[in-house]
C-alpha cells in the first residue's frame, strides 16, 4: 500500500507525486495499462497519501487512523465497482452516484476505483460522464483500463492519464523468487510468460499452469506428425480445457485462454528460430531443440499464419463462439500448414 513498495512504476509515481505537490489535486485520472502490473496498488497508496496526518514524502505515514484503516482494509472512503458480469451497467453507476452524494466520511478525500472502466454499456458511461462532470466535492476517480481506446472520448479527455508499463522480466523474476518457493527455472519460465503482469505471473505459480504448459506444447509437437482425423480429435480433447483461463479475474485456473496463449508464444519462437534471430530470448528456452526441429519443417509464411490462426481462435472464443468448433478448425488449418509446407518441400526437391 506504500508507493516505496510498488514496484517498477516509476513515471506513474512521479507523475502522481508532482498532483499531490502542487496541491491542486484533479478529481479523475485513468490508469492504462494490462492488468496485474499494480494500478490497484498504486490507486491506495495514493489514497493513503491523499489522506494521511503526517505523510513523508510521497508515502502514507502509516500511523494514523486513516492510514491504519487502508492498511486493515477497512477504509470507508476508498469504494472499487467492477462488472457485473461482462458490463458495468446503468445501475451500478446510479449507485455509486447515489453514495457520492453523503461527502466522506473521514473528512478527506473519498478514492473510487473503477475496474474495467471499458466495460461500461453505452448508457452506464454517459450517465458517468455527468458525474465526472459535475463532480460531487472531495471525490477522487480512478478508472483502471486495459482497452482506454474503448472508452468514450468524453470521458478520457477528462482524466488526467497515468500510463503503467509491463513490468521487466527481471522485475517478475525477483519477485517471483521472493514470493514463491519454486526453483529457478520454473521462475523463468513463469516470468517470460506472464506478458510483464505480476499479478497474473502470481495467478500462475499458483495453479498448476507449469505441468499444463507442458503437456500443451508436447501437443502442438505432435501436431505436425498427425493425420486431420487426429487432429480433429486432439481439438475435441483441447476444448475440455476450463474455459477460463489466468487472465480472468477470480480464475485459479490455467484453462483454454492459457492453452492458447502458450500456442502463440510457440508460434512466436518458432518464427525467432525460422529466422536465425534467437539471440532474442526464447520464451520456451527449456524447449528450445524441439523447438528448433519443428521449426525447419514449416516455412516462415506457414509459422506466420499459423500465428494469426491462434490468434483468430482467441478472438472467436472472446465472442463466445463454441470451444469444439473453434479449436477444430484452428487445429485443423494448423495442421494443414504443416502438410502444406511439407509438399512444397517436396515440390521444390
Ligand atoms: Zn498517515
Not at 482494509?73 to 453507476?93: A, H, R, V, Y
Not at 524447449?287 to 499459423?306: I, M, P, V, Y
Not at 463466445?320 to 495442421?335: C, D, F, G, K, S
Amino acid at each position: 500500500m506504500f508507493f516505496s513498495q510498488i514496484i517498477g512504476q516509476e513515471k506513474a509515481k512521479h507523475l502522481l507525486e508532482s498532483v499531490v505537490r502542487r496541491k491542486r489535486v484533479p478529481h479523475a485520472y485513468l490508469f492504462t495499462g494490462v492488468a496485474g502490473i499494480g494500478k490497484t496498488s498504486t490507486a491506495k497508496a495514493f489514497t493513503m497519501m491523499l489522506n494521511c496526518d503526517t505523510p513523508s514524502g510521497l508515502d502514507g505515514c502509516g500511523g494514523c487512523p486513516s492510514c491504519r484503516k487502508i492498511l486493515n482494509g477497512n477504509f470507508p472512503d476508498f469504494i472499487t465497482l467492477e462488472p457485473d458480469g461482462q458490463k458495468i451497467k446503468i445501475e451500478q453507476i446510479r449507485e455509486l452516484n447515489r453514495s457520492l452524494g453523503y461527502a466522506p466520511f473521514s473528512g478527506g478525500y473519498r478514492v473510487c476505483v473503477i475496474h474495467k472502466a471499458e466495460a461500461m454499456t453505452g448508457e452506464a458511461a454517459n450517465s458517468f460522464l455527468k458525474t465526472l462532470e459535475e463532480p460531487p466535492p472531495g471525490n477522487i476517480f480512478v478508472l483502471n483500463a486495459a482497452e482506454p481506446r474503448d472508452l468514450l472520448p468524453t470521458i478520457v479527455s477528462r482524466c488526467q492519464r497515468v500510463s503503467f508499463r509491463p513490468l521487466k522480466i527481471e522485475e517478475i523474476i525477483a519477485q517471483l523468487t521472493k514470493k514463491t518457493a519454486l526453483d529457478g527455472p520454473s521462475v523463468e519460465i513463469l516470468a517470460r510468460a506472464a506478458d510483464g503482469s505480476l499479478g497474473r505471473a502470481l495467478r500462475m505459480s499458483e495453479s498448476d499452469y507449469l505441468e499444463r504448459r507442458r503437456s500443451w506444447i508436447g501437443k502442438l509437437f505432435d501436431l505436425y506428425g498427425c493425420s486431420g482425423a487426429e487432429a480433429l480429435n486432439m481439438a475435441v480433447e483441447s476444448a475440455k480445457e476450463d474455459r477460463a483461463g489466468l487472465d480472468q479475474p477470480g480464475s485459479g485456473k490455467a484453462g483454454l485462454f492459457d492453452m492458447l496463449s502458450v500456442w502463440a508464444s510457440c508460434y512466436r519462437d518458432l518464427l525467432l528460430v525460422r529466422t536465425d534471430t534467437t539471440d532474442r530470448l526464447l520464451i520456451n528456452d527449456d524447449f528450445r531443440d524441439q523447438l528448433k526441429k519443428t521449426a525447419s519443417g514449416l516455412s516462415f509464411h506457414s509459422l506466420l499464419e499459423s500465428f494469426r490462426i491462434v490468434d483468430r481462435a482467441v478472438r472467436d472464443l472472446h465472442r463466445m463462439r463454441n470451444p469444439t468448433l473453434v479449436l477444430e478448425n484452428a487445429l485443423l488449418n494448423l495442421q494443414k500448414m504443416g502438410e502444406q509446407t511439407g509438399q512444397d518441400i517436396a515440390v521444390r526437391r
